[in-house]
């Protein structure tokens, strides 16, 4: 349910036309538990290029989860207006949702791998969702394995892969569907950095190849550093910071992006302590 | 009469005097066992979405309904078999126009089984992670996907382990049945061995109850670790 102020439409009429893919505007979402308001999302805007690899950085309970989910509604916003291309995704009935969904691909941080089904069977799991033939399946699931370049896994379960390979997976079912946006919530956090840095650089590739959008959350500043192009800032609900990863991190603004650098030039400067600490 | 020592009791448990008797109340048993079974399963399995789906975490919230669903399965559990027996007794000469034989019993058997293969289906549906179900949802699954795609072939070890406790359940409450009209290898053990001291009879009736119970026991568990083995979660 889409309720937002005339204030608001009328700021989106002068600036939000510009041509950005995502626009988000005024996203406020509170949970309630018993008697107690949670606040968690207090009046987002933010704005994202076609193409862009997004990042959100924020410290834990922020509201980073809770934004992207509320990118493809898997949370209910409670104000505000998420617009994609020309799509208004807040306004979006049950039935359009459910088919706009499957252009919004998300990778979560522990998989969420069907374990009843084979790979093969998991990539093509959206597919059968969404209604399409068998062969047709068969052929995309063989071509979309080979861009994770997993087609030697094809037959195996998850139960049988490494983390890293079970992303790979995940990555796959994100995008068998052709999506314009994929969404990846912490999907590196689980893995090694070894497995972190060639996942990311699949994500890269995939930016490149198929256009894909990308908004990614972290609390990894390498990641960031690594593959984003434009980020913002969370801190306690609110977007304190955005802006390209260069600029914000060159000038850092907001206490959080602060003790982020403070934090990752702290570790790297400590030297090393041999289990006495700092 | 004299004395029977206990190794002519055995012997004669495995007469072909006794299994005269015993034999065709195996048939008995096994017949209502199966048709139960059948109910049980069906309603149970529909049972067990329904509560898993409609509780107010689950993905066709309706707390309500849930609440009252809840509410009379709860009221079923917590009778003992044998009075829902007997309160479902009529309910057979309803439909079968008697009250009395294996066929009647069925469904008797049925009402008090159905809610507790209901719950364990809802617990082991429980089981899996709402990561997964959220995952389906983020790819525009509607219920009936999630149900039929997701929380069935996620929760199935489980569900075969549910089954075969369920099925144990059945057996015990048949053979009380039983005693209730029913026949079968309860009926038999009590009518022949406890009201007419055949402990010999009374013995093979037990006996054949062991075997069956293990036998099922022994399929369900197989079957299980063999999914599990499958899908490399063991
Ligand atoms: N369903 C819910 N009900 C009540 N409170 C919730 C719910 N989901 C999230 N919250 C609260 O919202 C706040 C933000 O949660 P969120 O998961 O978005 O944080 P996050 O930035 O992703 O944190 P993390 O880095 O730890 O994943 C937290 O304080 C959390 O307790
Ligand atoms: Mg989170």
């Not at chain 2, 790819?139 to 996907?145: F, L, Q, S, V």
Request: charged fraction near 20%.
């Amino acid at each position: 349910m889409a309720r937002y102020s005339t204030h608001t439409t009328e700021f989106e009429a002068k600036h939000c036309d510009a041509g950005h893919f995502i626009r988000i505007s005024n996203l406020r979402k509170t949970f309630r538990a018993r008697d107690k308001n949670f606040a968690v999302l207090k009046g987002i805007d933010l704005e994202i290029d076609r193409g862009d690899i997004f990042g959100v950085v924020g410290f834990s309970g922020a509201g980073k989860s809770t934004l992207i989910r509320c990118i493809n509604r898997l949370e209910e916003p409670d104000e505000g207006e998420i617009t994609i291309g020309e799509t208004e995704i807040t306004g979006l009935s049950k039935q359009e949702l459910d088919r706009y969904r499957q252009k919004i691909g998300i990778i979560f941080q522990h998989f969420n791998l069907l374990d009843a089904r084979t790979v093969a069977e998991n990539v093509a799991f959206p597919l059968e969702i969404a209604g399409e033939r068998k062969d047709r399946i068969a052929s995309r699931v063989k071509e979309i394995l080979e861009l994770v370049d997993l087609s030697d896994k094809t037959d195996f379960y998850p139960g049988q892969l490494s983390g890293g390979q079970k992303q790979r997976v995940g990555i796959a079912r994100a995008l068998a569907n052709n999506p314009d946006i994929l969404l990846s919530d912490e999907a590196t956090s689980a893995l090694d950095p070894q497995t972190t840095l060639s996942v990311l650089d699949l994500l890269k590739d995939i930016n490149e190849k198929l256009k894909l959008t990308i908004i990614l959350i972290t609390h990894e500043l390498n990641v960031i550093r690594y593959i984003c192009k434009n980020m913002a800032v969370l801190e306690d609900g609110l977007i304190v910071e955005k802006g390209s990863v260069r600029s914000v991190f060159g000038a850092p603004q907001s206490e959080t992006a602060k003790l982020f650098l403070r934090i990752d030039a702290g570790f790297a400067t400590f030297g090393w302590q041999d289990g006495e600490g700092i | 009469m004299g004395r029977i020592t206990l190794l002519e009791t055995i012997e004669s448990a495995f007469s072909a005097k006794t299994w005269a008797i015993v034999v065709p109340a195996i048939y008995d048993t096994l017949y209502m066992v199966l048709f139960t079974t059948i109910l049980t399963v069906f309603f149970g399995l529909i049972l067990g979405i329904v509560l898993v789906t409609t509780d107010k975490d689950g993905i066709y919230p309706r707390p309500r309904f849930n609440a009252v669903a809840g509410g009379i399965v709860n009221g079923f559990r917590s009778l003992p078999s044998m009075i829902v027996i007997i309160l479902t007794l009529p309910l057979s000469r309803l439909i079968l126009g008697k009250s009395y034989g294996p066929k009647a019993c069925i469904i008797a058997l049925a009402v008090t089984c159905i809610p507790m293969f209901g719950r364990l289906v809802e617990s082991s549906i429980l089981e899996v992670s709402k990561g997964k179900i959220e995952a389906a949802r983020s790819m525009g699954a509607k219920n009936r996907d999630i149900v039929l795609k997701v929380l069935l072939p996620e929760a199935l070890p489980s569900l075969i382990r549910s089954f075969t406790i369920s099925v144990i359940a059945i057996i015990s409450t048949t053979a009380l049945a039983g005693t209730l009209g029913a026949g079968g290898l309860g009926d038999v053990a009590v009518r022949f061995g406890y009201s007419r001291f055949k402990t010999d009879i009374l013995l093979a009736a037990v006996l054949v109850m062991i075997v069956i119970v293990q036998a099922i026991q022994f399929a369900g568990n197989t079957l299980s670790k063999f999914i599990l083995k499958r899908r490399h979660l063991i």
